[in-house]
């Protein structure tokens, strides 16, 4: 079956570091991949989405990566802040044919929480 | 702008009775998402709609689950007869289209405790 693994474990760093959170998928091939963060008793919010024929994508301080080939995608936050405190999700695309027609949608990892220390 | 408004925010209520969960979309939005999440199991999708037609609802628990969509700004999801193990924050969610390379936009959830 689809799976996806995030750390599960805390990502505990200092302020103005990098941090890399990292998301495998196993038993498909996405052909999108999303990261969405997740404050404490609210929904998830989208922070940017990566094709696979894309190796790499950027947005201000954010940056992520795609390889299909290991079956993962890293997810970077530079000059890291207290700010960025959070769970962040990853959630590749599930496209399949099926009887009455197809469906595609996304697959949520269970998400990694980083806390940056001041 | 409005985003994806759920209610309620909280909902506690005892095991065997019925609940209730709504979310209004963002306009213009033409697919939504209805999504449980918990410690142990994340979060799961437990059905979409596209133009309000029922696309997949495979992750639907069972029976005692259903999800309307009867018009464009407003879905229900219906738990009948309600279960300890229901409990978990339930999220509604909506994109432009059904399109894996459309982002979603989750409303806040309802927390529900079924004692």
């Known amino acids: 079956s689809q799976k996806i693994e995030q750390n599960s474990e805390a990502l505990n760093i200092q302020e103005g570091k990098t941090a890399t959170l990292t998301c495998n998928y196993t038993n498909y091939s996405p052909a999108y991949l999303q990261w969405y963060r997740q404050d404490p008793g609210r929904g998830p919010v989208f922070l940017l989405l990566?094709?696979?024929?894309?190796k790499e994508k950027r947005k201000e301080r954010l940056k992520v990566t795609f390889d299909t080939t290991l079956k993962q995608s890293l997810f970077h936050i530079t000059a890291s802040q207290p700010a960025d405190s959070a769970t962040y999700l990853c959630?590749?695309?599930?496209?399949?044919?099926?009887?009455?027609?197809?469906?595609?949608?996304?697959?949520f990892g269970t998400g990694t929480l980083l806390a940056v220390q001041p | 702008d409005a985003g994806v408004i759920q209610s309620p925010r909280h909902e506690v209520t005892e095991m065997g009775q019925e609940v209730t969960l709504r979310c209004k979309p963002i306009s213009g939005h033409n697919s939504l998402f209805w999504y449980r999440q918990t410690m142990m199991r994340g979060l799961e999708l437990l059905i979409y709609f596209n133009n309000n037609v029922p696309i997949d609802d495979s992750g639907m628990p069972e029976d005692r689950f259903s999800a309307k969509m009867p018009n464009a700004s407003f879905s229900t999801l219906k738990i009948q007869p309600s279960e300890p193990r229901d409990s978990a924050v339930y999220f509604c969610?909506?994109?432009?289209?059904?399109?894996?390379?459309?982002?979603?936009?989750f409303g806040d959830g309802t927390r529900l405790s079924i004692l």
């Open positions: 959630a590749p695309n599930s496209f399949r044919l099926r009887i009455g027609g197809a469906t595609n949608k996304l697959i």
């Open positions: 990566i094709r696979e024929n894309e």
């Open positions: 969610a909506s994109s432009r289209t059904g399109a894996n390379n459309q982002p979603q936009h």
